[in-house]
């Protein structure tokens, strides 16, 4: 078929198509197994961390007995390799038995009683990345029902061998026939990654219309490098990027890998608080069985979350990048509030950075700020103020900044307030 009759094709579909069924009017919040699990399917050797239907009800037994379900983190989902190799012969997708012996139904089941959600994962095209079976253009209505008839939520369509007329169909097709199906499912698109992630080759708008989130860049690895790198890449290309966000579609950077082997403390919280600020999914892929403390206090971080989590859906921006390689993020919040994240790009020691607000862009007047992650509250901040503070070397300063006359009436009331010790520049 050539890209014409593709495009003219595309234009029916898309008459009929939006995935307007209110799901995911915030970022999606859970847990993947994709960056720490991976296509360990060695059950004999590995049994409790291999991919099988163990780790996902351990998974939903920590995020529903540690504080985790509360904060907002419900979707378990899988990845690849979850799948037998061969359909079965009605032509539907099954899962491996000698790993999933109780089915998906039961599976979601299991989750769905524990008060969580599903999450499954298929690819556009004839193998999924890790060589399972793909989902052709023919397939996608078979899918879509067999999923729904199973009770899943969410669905992360990946985009291995496949060619970009094929995904210029089938995205739009799987989207109109998870739709078709009456069941509210999540609709992850991995489109934009095969095809560079920009305008022209991607159109957000049709993306928006048709998807709730979807991968732009690279996949994440367990890594301080692949967390700049994913920073870098959203930063630069932000004019495209951010106007595409709100709710119900949302840019997707890839899971939080914060609680494994490859961040710093530091590095985590900034991880953390940049996800926050691009409206992100706050996704975990780690091993919740097995957790430090640390990692557990910044991914459980409530004013970290309500940031990410801000009924705008607003993404944030990179509004500054100094010469120092210190950065600054910034992102508009409902009442009136707003977050900023100071970023150091340095690798030798912590760095003392001064500005006010007024150079940040904030209007004239009086604000106070929450330290999310030391819970300090900063007093008496005129936009004027000029304030110094040290940033550690890829570590961040997070702020939620409100109107002072407001704090008096509600802001009092929602976060804990100490006065200031540490910032006492002001
Ligand atoms: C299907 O799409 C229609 C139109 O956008 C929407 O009103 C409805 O909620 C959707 N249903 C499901 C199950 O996605
Ligand atoms: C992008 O998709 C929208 C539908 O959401 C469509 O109206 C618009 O024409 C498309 N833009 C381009 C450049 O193809
Ligand atoms: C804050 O600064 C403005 C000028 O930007 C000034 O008019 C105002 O009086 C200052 N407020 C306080 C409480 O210092």
Redesign the pocket.
């Known amino acids: 078929m050539g890209p014409l009759a593709a495009a003219q094709l595309l234009a029916l579909i898309?008459l009929t198509v939006a995935l307007d069924n209110g799901l995911l009017k915030t970022p999606p919040m859970g847990w993947m197994a994709w960056e720490r699990f991976r296509c360990d399917v060695d059950c004999k050797d590995d049994p409790k961390n291999c991919i099988s239907e163990v780790l996902f009800r351990d998974i939903a037994d920590r995020l529903a007995e540690d504080g985790w379900k509360e904060l907002g983190y419900e979707y378990v989902i899988i990845d690849d390799c979850w799948m037998s190799m061969q359909r079965d012969e009605h032509g539907r997708l099954q899962p491996e038995p000698s790993r999933f012996p109780g089915g998906i139904a039961k599976l979601a089941r299991y989750i769905h009683d524990r008060e969580l959600k599903l999450g499954i994962y298929a690819d556009m095209g004839t193998h999924t990345c890790m060589g399972f079976p793909g989902t052709t253009l023919d397939k996608i209505e078979i899918d879509a029902q067999t999923f729904a008839s199973w009770g899943v939520d969410y669905l992360k369509f990946d985009g291995c061998s496949s060619n970009p007329v094929e995904q210029m169909l089938g995205y739009p097709l799987m989207s109109k026939a998870l739709n078709a199906t009456g069941r509210p499912i999540a609709y992850s698109c991995s489109w934009p990654v095969y095809v560079g992630g920009l305008?022209?080759n991607v159109?957000y708008?049709?993306l928006?219309?048709i998807c709730h989130l979807w991968r732009n860049y690279n996949d994440i690895q367990d890594s301080w490098d692949s967390v700049q790198d994913i920073i870098e890449w959203y930063s630069n290309n932000q004019d495209y990027l951010q106007p595409a966000a709100g709710p119900g579609r949302w840019n997707d950077p890839d899971m939080l890998i914060i609680g494994n082997f490859g961040l710093s403390v530091d590095q985590a919280r900034s991880q953390m608080a940049l996800w926050a600020i691009m409206a992100a999914p706050l996704i975990m892929s780690n091993d919740l069985r097995n957790l430090g403390n640390s990692a557990r206090t910044i991914l459980q971080n409530k004013v970290a979350i309500a940031i990410n989590q801000d009924p705008l859906g607003i993404q944030g921006r990179r509004l500054l990048t100094e010469k120092t390689h210190i950065e600054v993020y910034w992102r508009p919040l409902s009442r009136s509030a707003s977050a900023i994240v100071f970023l150091s790009r340095r690798t030798d020691m912590p760095y003392l950075y001064r500005t006010s607000l007024a150079k940040l862009n904030y209007d004239a007047g009086n604000y106070e700020a929450y330290d999310v992650f030391n819970g300090l509250t900063v007093t008496g901040l005129n936009a004027t103020t000029e304030f110094t503070f040290s940033i550690n070397p890829s570590g961040v300063v997070m702020w939620y900044v409100y109107p002072e006359q407001q704090s008096k009436q509600t802001e009092k009331s929602h976060y804990q307030h100490e006065k200031a010790s540490h910032h006492t520049v002001l």
Do not use: A, E, K
Request: aromatic share 0%; proline share 25%.
């Open positions: 898309s305008p022209p159109n708008s049709l928006g219309d």
